[in-house]
């Protein structure tokens, strides 16, 4: 009889999901695994089961899809309302149900990509004796126990674009120009995709920015004769004297955001130079994923596959130099990757008279 696996994606959705679960399913067909995609997230498991066969006819021609054919969601019975670096608790009561539906369905193992929140959430099911495999998706590149993550390839081409673009009516109009762009509590897409697209102002959560610093890079540039001055800001980023920008969402929640509305105003108001802000937001997760995010989704899809075939369970896909590799779930989570604000390409950004604003 042939074992009987599950993929579930889970929380924001990323460009190069879909190259993942395409990869599970042509793996496990190699190892004479049938594959169940489960959909809407953890939800999914959630008595009776929402699931989808998976075969080759029903993943053939998604690699090149954005999002998920599987669904997703960041709400619901699994999600507890957490900050960075805490550990979210998932009642015992849905624990036994995801076991019921297990049982019921027949299912030999779980892979589970998401980022740290979800991985938290498989971490329990593991503990409670579920077989879970993990493979990590974080947009933000944040997790400590992988070099890199599917999507944030994609992501920075998405500021990448979006800088080629507003370069040219900056310039026409001499203008100053803010981008806000993902970045909660690690700043890389902002320091990546402002590199590549010839930002002159980076601000990211790790190195608080001082307004009269920024402000100064633009009087300066203006001095010397600069059509225009761009900046790239991370939604995380915060001011020396100050926390991060939030704005209520519906329900009374709060979300990062705003900063790139702060830092444009301010400028204008020191500087006197006409200035425009754009944000990004959802267009970085949305579209096509890149060559990178391509192969690393389903290298990561390979070997997450691989792990069930030789019943190692509770570990967590990862990469490091040039290779796919596992860690143990509970040596992953809870562990942000930031970027360290003395790191080399910090250092090559100021080289290159990138100012971080401080």
Known sequence: MRKKISVLTTGGDCPGLNAVVRAVTRTADRYGMEVLGCCEGFEGLLPPGNFLSLDRSATAGIM???????????????IAKIGAGDK?????ETIQKVRQTFDT???HALIIVGGDGSLTTGLQLFENGMPIVGVPKTIDNDLEAT???FGFDSAVACVVDAMDRLHTTATSHRRVMVLEVMGRHAGWIALYGGMAGGADVILIPEIPFDLDRVSETVR?????GAKSTMVVVAEGARPKQGGQYLHTVMGGEYRLGGVGEVVG???ANRTGKETRVCVLGHLQRGGAPTAVDRILGTRFGVHAVKLIHENKFGMMVSYADDCITEVPINEAVNKLRQVPPDCQ???DARASEISFGD
Request: hydrophobic fraction near 40%; proline fraction near 3%; charged fraction near 15%.
């Open 147 to 149: 070099a890199i993550t």
């Open 220 to 224: 300066q540039r203006d001095k010397f």
């Open 105 to 107: 369905c027949g299912l």
């Open 265 to 267: 105003h301010e400028i």
């Open 88 to 92: 979210a608790a998932i009642p015992q």
């Open 64 to 78: 090149h899809l954005g999002g998920t054919i599987l669904g997703t969601t960041n709400k619901g019975h699994f």
């Open 345 to 347: 390409i910090v250092q």
